[in-house]
């Protein structure tokens, strides 16, 4: 962790190498005043400014300086991670309480989810300030919505450790982790859910001693949340369900146990016990099971669909990876070629950087070869491959889908389904492909024989 003068130096240097000048007193103060957690109303005390002026206009107009400086959005949320990220690439990287030369940083294969200390990681605010934001409160609760692989996990990483550094308890469970025997009942699935959760809070587990067949699975697991895990922390909770997608594979479970979700989100407006819990969720598509609108979980709270990366943040990322540093139009004609074939999906531009970083292939080489089983990305093209052979109506649809330039409507099950597995973009109610990647390689592919 980073020292505010450190900080402080850091967005100065920014500021100077913008806009040639330094960081001017208020600017300062906003900043050390923001860095001490104080609101605009304790900020205007030492400023000499109203609270009303700080939080419209002073404020807004230097979070925005440091965004263009920092060439990432930053708000007085997330303005400390982003500083110690700018500090950590243009100075040195610490690892292991040794001080790393910028020249011999390791590139990271872009593989899972992308590590709390990464350099490489990327936010995408407002979105990843609002969930800062929300979880503050009771009883929150939060839906991240993306493909795969767009980084949904990362992001939950980074909302657990930050509240962690507040004091509250955290845990992820991935779903995905639950052998397929946990989903035969509704009662087996809600008893393997509150051990998972105790195991994480490495806490005794008390299940039979709050589970009554007669009250029901619902009640039970209820019960058994309030009256001992939440009473026992008696702190705040934030609880993250990773793939839940794997849930909606099972909709009698489902249709259980989304709206029990709701239900405690529901109970912290009345309930003070229910205040300690936080949920968030992650998934691709909440469209394979139909809810009651008064019983889902996904029209209440706050709702956060993962954009793909921008432009601006593709060349900050190169930047990071030391791709044509030295001159900005070479590394903005670098990334353009680039996005031109894999638009802004996060693991493939990440991929494609870090081949060029290490220098595997030249720019001409991986645009070539992108779209083919011999180029950077086969193994995940032939993967994708794999599972559409394995359903002939996705197949069949994203064919039709890459056959042609102009988006086409295809029926609403396989068009979540394909959109899921970050192959579609949806328009309206009609579909095209994610990027040219995809419209290259599956139209060549599709059709052909097993």
């Not at 020292?3 to 330094?22: I, M, P, W, Y």
């Amino acid at each position: 962790m980073i020292s505010f003068e450190q900080a402080l130096n850091t967005a100065d240097e920014a500021v100077f190498a913008l806009k040639g000048r330094h960081l001017s007193d208020l600017e300062i103060k906003i900043l050390q005043a923001a860095w001490e957690n104080q609101t605009y109303e304790e900020m205007a005390a030492s400023v000499n400014r109203t609270a009303s002026y700080l939080q419209r206009t002073a404020g807004p107009n230097f979070w925005n300086l440091l965004s263009k400086a920092l060439s990432e959005e930053v708000s007085k949320t997330n303005f400390r991670t982003a500083l110690e990220r700018k500090w950590r690439v243009s100075k040195n990287i610490v690892s292991d309480n040794k001080i790393i030369p910028q020249s011999e940083v390791r590139l990271e294969f872009p593989e899972g989810p992308v590590s709390l200390n990464s350099p490489f990681y990327v936010e995408r605010n407002p979105a990843e300030a609002d969930c800062y934001d929300a979880l503050a409160f009771p009883g929150a609760l939060i839906c991240i919505k993306a493909p795969k692989q767009m980084g949904k996990t990362s992001l939950l990483n980074r909302i657990l450790a930050a509240r962690k550094k507040q004091g509250d308890r955290a845990v992820r469970l991935n779903l995905l982790q639950a052998e397929k025997a946990v989903f035969s009942t509704l009662d087996k699935f809600l008893r393997w859910f509150c051990s998972y959760v105790t195991q994480k809070l490495k806490l005794a587990s008390h299940l039979d001693d709050y589970w009554d067949e007669n009250r029901g699975s619902i009640v039970s697991c209820t019960t058994y949340f309030e009256a001992h895990l939440l009473e026992k922390l008696n702190a705040p909770f934030v609880l993250a369900l990773d793939e839940l997608d794997r849930v909606f594979q099972y909709p009698e479970i489902a249709k259980e146990f989304l709206p029990m979700l709701r239900s405690w989100h529901e109970e912290a407006k009345t309930v003070e016990i229910w205040e300690q819990l936080r949920i968030v969720v992650a998934y691709s598509t909440e469209e394979y099971v139909k809810l009651d609108i008064n019983q889902s979980p996904f029209n209440v709270g706050l709702r956060v669909e993962l954009s793909e990366f921008t432009q601006e943040q593709v060349e900050n990322l190169a930047c990071r990876h030391k791709l044509e540093c030295e001159s900005d139009k070479k590394r903005h004609n670098l990334v353009s070629a680039i996005m031109e074939m894999v638009g802004g999906h996060p693991y493939l531009v990440r991929l494609a950087l870090y081949h060029l970083a290490r220098r595997d292939v030249t720019l001409e080489e991986l645009l070539r070869d992108a779209p083919t089983d011999a180029g950077i990305y086969g193994d995940h093209l032939r993967r994708h491959l794999e599972t559409l052979k394995k359903h002939p109506q996705l197949e069949a649809a994203l064919k039709e889908i890459v056959s042609t330039k102009e988006p086409v409507r295809i029926e609403t099950m396989i068009a979540y389904k394909l959109y899921s597995m970050g192959l579609i973009k949806r328009q309206g109610d009609r579909c095209i492909p994610r990027c040219e990647l995809y419209r290259q390689y599956f139209r060549a592919r599709l059709g052909q024989e097993s």
